[in-house]
C-alpha cells in the first residue's frame, strides 16, 4: 500500500530557527504540492512541483519560505527564519500527472509545526 | 483561475439519517471532483472522485452527483454512522497544462450524533 511519507511529523521550534520539512512521495508520481493547514485557513496551496521543477510557488511567502525537489524522491519545504503565524499542519501530497487526465492526489500524514 | 465554494460550513445530523454537502465551481474546464475525509489530527482522505463525463457515482453508502451546467457538485452520505464524522473537503481541477492544481472548498465539519 504505496504512501506519501513526511518527517518530522511534529516539530516545536523557537521564532527565528530554520526548520526543514521532508516528503517522500509515492514512487511514480511525477507531481509533488505543498499545503498548510490552519483552522482559519483550510488548505492552503503553497507549492508544487511536476517531474522534480517548481510550477507554481505564488501561494508561499517568498521572503522565508522555500521548497526543492533535490530528486524524484525527496521534496524539501524550508521555513527561514520561523515565526509564530508559521505554526500550523504542512502536508506534501503527490499525484501522476498526464496531459489533461484527471488525477488521484494522495496527502502524506503532515508536520505539525509549532513556533514559540 | 478556479473557484470552490463549498456549503455547508458545519452539519450535524442523527444516526442513520442522511447528509449533503454540497460546491461549486467556477471553471467550466475543470474536469475531475474529488471528496476528501479527514479525520482529527488524520490526513485528508480520498473517498470518491467524478470525472466530468460521468453524472453520478456511487461507492456503498456514499454517492457523488455532478452538474455541469449549474457547476455544481454534491456527496451524498446515507445511513450515516458515528465513524463518518469528519470534515469533508470538495476540490475541483482543470484541464489547463500548465497548472493542474486541485483547488479545495473551504470544508464541512460532519458531526453524526449517536
Redesign the interface.
Known amino acids: 500500500d504505496a504512501r506519501v511519507t513526511q518527517t518530522p511529523r511534529h516539530k516545536v521550534t523557537e521564532m527565528g530557527q530554520e526548520v526543514t520539512m521532508r516528503c517522500q512521495p509515492i514512487l511514480g508520481h511525477n507531481?509533488v504540492?505543498w499545503y498548510r493547514q490552519t483552522m482559519m485557513q483550510?488548505?492552503e496551496?503553497l507549492a508544487?512541483f511536476r517531474n522534480r521543477a517548481p510550477?507554481?510557488d505564488s501561494g508561499m511567502p517568498k521572503d522565508r519560505f522555500s521548497a526543492e525537489m533535490p530528486d524524484a524522491t525527496l521534496a524539501t519545504l524550508k521555513i527561514q527564519p520561523s515565526e509564530p503565524r508559521d505554526s500550523a499542519v504542512y502536508?506534501c501530497a503527490s499525484g501522476l500527472?498526464l496531459?489533461?487526465e484527471?488525477?488521484?492526489?494522495?496527502?502524506?500524514?503532515?508536520t505539525r509545526l509549532t513556533v514559540t | 483561475g478556479e473557484n470552490v465554494e463549498q456549503h455547508p460550513s458545519t452539519l450535524s445530523v442523527q444516526e442513520g439519517d442522511s447528509a449533503v454537502i454540497k460546491c461549486t465551481y467556477s471553471d467550466s474546464a475543470s474536469n475531475y471532483f474529488p471528496w476528501y475525509k479527514q479525520e482529527l489530527g488524520k490526513r485528508p482522505q480520498l473517498i470518491i472522485d467524478i470525472r466530468s463525463n460521468v453524472g453520478e457515482k456511487k461507492d456503498q453508502r456514499i454517492a457523488v452527483t455532478l452538474n455541469k451546467t449549474a457547476k455544481h457538485f454534491s456527496l451524498h452520505i446515507t445511513e450515516t454512522q458515528p465513524e463518518d464524522s469528519a470534515v469533508y473537503f470538495c476540490a475541483a481541477t482543470g484541464k489547463d497544462t500548465g497548472r493542474r492544481a486541485l483547488t479545495f472548498g473551504s470544508g464541512t465539519r460532519l458531526q453524526v450524533q449517536p
Request: overall charge negative; charged content about 10%.
Open positions: 507531481t504540492f483550510g488548505l496551496l508544487y510550477l507554481d502536508f500527472v496531459g489533461q484527471p488525477y488521484e492526489q494522495y496527502f502524506g500524514p503532515g
